[in-house]
């Protein structure tokens, strides 16, 4: 796994060993990124289940002003750690060892102008997320939210119930990437 594009470009990042945890592929970050490269630079970027950081770290590295990283495993946030220092993305990017409840209960400074959710897939994380997000007042009108998951029936069906609409969905093998925008 390397970053992409940007200050870091072509850095190779440090993973998780085991299947705790299931890597974004190279092809759908780079989609990703190409589809959201007008809103990254100087935003606020979300990388709720972050894993290794890859995420986050492209955000940061493709000029995002500030990156917020959350991952429950303190063996995820060391490697998050490493991968910032490697970076070097200390200044813009600031990383949490929390659950995701936790996390978003904390006053931000700002709101996130997108939030990138990639929860473990077998879980309803990504819509529990999605809901706190929205009880929390933390969208504008303009933030983006941003689901990978291999379910697009269970999540559409889920998203229905929140105020929140699909502005574009994406597949890239058994991965989607669903946008989503404030009603």
Same mark, same amino acid.
Do not use: W
């Given at each position: 796994?390397?970053?992409?594009?940007?200050? +870091?470009?072509?850095?190779?990042?440090?993973?998780?060993?085991?299947?705790?945890? @299931?890597?974004?592929?190279?092809?759908?970050?780079?989609?990703?990124?190409?589809?959201?490269?007008?809103?990254?630079?100087?935003?606020?970027?979300?990388?709720?289940?972050? =894993?290794?950081?890859?995420?986050?770290?492209?955000? =940061?590295? @493709?000029? +995002?002003?500030?990156?917020?990283?959350?991952? #429950?495993? #303190?063996?995820?946030?060391?490697?998050?750690?490493?991968?910032?220092?490697?970076?070097?993305?200390?200044?813009?990017?600031?990383?949490?060892?929390?659950?995701?409840?936790?996390?978003?209960?904390?006053?931000?400074?700002?709101?996130? !102008?997108?939030?990138?959710? !990639?929860?473990?897939?077998?879980?309803?994380?990504?819509?529990?997320?999605?809901?706190?997000?929205?009880?929390?007042?933390?969208?504008?009108?303009?933030?983006?939210?941003?689901?990978?998951?291999?379910?697009?029936?269970?999540?559409?069906?889920?998203?229905?119930?929140?105020?929140?609409?699909?502005?574009?969905? @994406?597949?890239?093998? @058994?991965?989607?990437?669903?946008?989503?925008?404030?009603?």
């Amino acid at each position: 796994m390397r970053v992409i594009s940007g200050t +870091a470009r072509g850095t190779k990042l440090y993973t998780l060993d085991g299947s705790l945890t @299931r890597p974004t592929l190279d092809r759908v970050k780079e989609s990703l990124f190409n589809i959201i490269s007008q809103e990254i630079k100087g935003c606020v970027f979300l990388d709720l289940f972050a =894993g290794s950081g890859a995420i986050g770290i492209e955000a =940061g590295s @493709r000029g +995002a002003s500030k990156v917020i990283l959350c991952d #429950k495993s #303190k063996e995820a946030v060391n490697i998050i750690k490493k991968n910032i220092e490697k970076t070097h993305l200390e200044e813009v990017t600031k990383v949490y060892c929390n659950n995701y409840e936790d996390l978003l209960n904390k006053d931000f400074l700002e709101k996130p !102008d997108i939030i990138y959710l !990639d929860p473990p897939y077998d879980t309803d994380f990504a819509y529990l997320a999605t809901k706190q997000i929205i009880k929390n007042d933390l969208l504008t009108k303009d933030t983006l939210i941003i689901i990978e998951t291999d379910d697009i029936e269970k999540i559409e069906k889920q998203i229905q119930k929140l105020e929140v609409e699909k502005i574009d969905l @994406r597949k890239y093998g @058994r991965a989607y990437l669903i946008f989503l925008k404030k009603k």
